[in-house]
């Protein structure tokens, strides 16, 4: 590498670490913000939709009487 000097490798490994560290940071950030979205998303749908009862044992009990 008799074309790079000492200080042209020091400024690109700097300008690498600079890029990947802002990369890591946006990924992150957008990471954070999916999470957030699918998070508002769940607990629309959960508002949206009615809780259903769970049916009693001896409903079941009854309904399989009839059986055999």
């Given at each position: 590498m008799e074309w790079m000097s000492m200080t042209d490798v020091v400024l690109l490994l700097i300008a690498g670490y600079v890029a990947v560290m802002t990369?890591?940071?946006m990924m992150q950030r957008r990471h954070d913000e999916l999470v957030a979205d699918v998070k508002r998303q769940v607990e629309?749908?959960?508002k949206r939709t009615p809780?259903?009862?769970?049916p009693s044992a001896?409903?079941?009990?009854?309904?399989?009487?009839?059986?055999a």
């Open positions: 990369l890591v940071r629309a749908h959960r809780k259903r009862p769970k001896n409903k079941q009990n009854d309904q399989n009487r009839g059986a």
